[in-house]
C-alpha cells in the first residue's frame, strides 16, 4: 500500500514523498512496483496514462529510506505498516517525538479506530492526527476515505482533503468510531460478504453463482469469492 500511495501523491499530486521501509531489501520491492509494476508508471506511460515527463517527474519525485528521521521535514506522514494497533501506536509515539509540531499524521487502517492508535501521541498531536484510508491497488481504485475524530482540527481535515483530492482521490468522509471495525467500504463489503457466505453455507447457490450475480447484476468488477480477482494483492 505505501509504494501505491507515494505513487498517486507524486503522479497526480506532484508531491515530493519519501518511503520509509525497514529493509534495502523491500525498499527495492516498493520501487519495483512503483515503476516496473502492473499499476506502476513506466507502463501508465505506455498505456498513454500518464505523459513521459510526468512519469520521469514521478520517478523522481518519490524517494526511499530506512532512517525514520528522514521523515523529520514531512508536512503529511501517512502510515502503511502491518494491521496491528501496538505496531502502530509505537510508530506514531516516536514519529510525535522527531516529526515538527505542524505535521499531519495519517494512518492508513483497514479498520482499526483511529482514536486508539493516536493514544500515545501528544494532546497537540491528537488535533493533527486522522485517517487516511485509501484502496488497494492504489493506482486504480481512486476512493480515499478520510477519517475524522472528535479532536482533530477543522483546517487539518481541510488540508488532508486537499493533499487527497489533488492526488486524484475520490474524497470520502466519515467518522471514527470506537467499537467498530472499518469505515465505510470494509463494513459495507463485510455485511455484504456475511450475506452470500450465509447464502453459499445454507447451500441455496454456489460462490460462482453469488459472484455472477453481483458482477453481472451490480456491475462489481469482482465479487467475494475469487472469482474475476477480489480484493488484495492477486489484483
Ligand atoms: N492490502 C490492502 O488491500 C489494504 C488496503 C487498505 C488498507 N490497508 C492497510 O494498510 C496497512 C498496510 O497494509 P499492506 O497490505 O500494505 O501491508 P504489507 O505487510 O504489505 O506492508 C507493510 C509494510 O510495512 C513495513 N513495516 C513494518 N514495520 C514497519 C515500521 N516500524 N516502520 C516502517 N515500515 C514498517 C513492512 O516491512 C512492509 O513493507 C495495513 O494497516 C492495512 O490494513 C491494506
Known amino acids: 500500500m505505501g509504494g501505491g500511495i507515494a505513487q498517486v501523491l507524486a503522479g497526480f499530486g506532484g508531491y515530493q514523498v519519501t518511503v520509509r521501509d525497514l529493509t534495502q531489501e523491500i525498499l527495492d520491492v516498493t520501487r519495483e512496483t512503483v515503476v516496473e509494476s502492473k499499476w506502476g508508471v513506466k507502463r501508465a506511460a505506455e498505456k498513454g496514462k500518464l505523459g513521459f515527463d510526468q512519469a520521469t517527474r514521478t520517478i523522481e519525485l518519490v524517494s526511499y529510506t530506512l532512517e525514520l528521521g528522514d521523515l523529520a521535514g514531512c508536512d503529511l506522514i501517512i502510515e502503511a505498516v502491518p494491521e496491528k494497533l501496538e505496531l502502530k501506536q509505537t510508530l506514531f509515539a516516536e514519529l510525535d517525538d522527531l516529526a515538527r509540531a505542524e505535521t499531519i499524521f495519517a494512518s492508513n487502517t483497514s479498520g482499526l479506530v483511529i482514536t486508539e492508535i493516536a493514544e500515545r501521541v501528544s494532546e497537540a498531536r491528537k ?39 489533488k492526488a486524484g482521490r475520490a474524497v470520502c468522509m466519515v467518522k471514527d468510531q470506537p467499537g467498530t471495525y472499518g469505515f465505510i467500504l470494509n463494513r459495507v463489503f463485510a455485511a455484504a460478504y456475511r450475506e452470500a457466505k450465509k447464502i453459499v453455507d445454507d447451500g441455496l447457490a454456489t460462490e460462482e453463482d453469488v459472484d455472477k450475480a453481483m458482477i453481472t447484476g451490480r456491475n462489481w468488477p469482482a465479487a467475494f469469492f475469487g472469482n474475476r480477482g477480489g480484493i488484495g494483492k492477486q489484483w
Not at 493533527?128 to 477543522?154: K, Y
Open 127 to 165: 488535533g493533527r492526527f486522522l485517517g487516511m484510508h485509501f484502496s488497494n491497488p492504489v493506482p486504480v481504485m481512486r476512493m480515499c476515505e478520510v477519517i475524522t475524530t472528535p479532536e482533530v482540527d477543522a483546517d487539518v481535515v481541510d488540508q488532508v482533503v486537499e493533499v487527497a483530492e
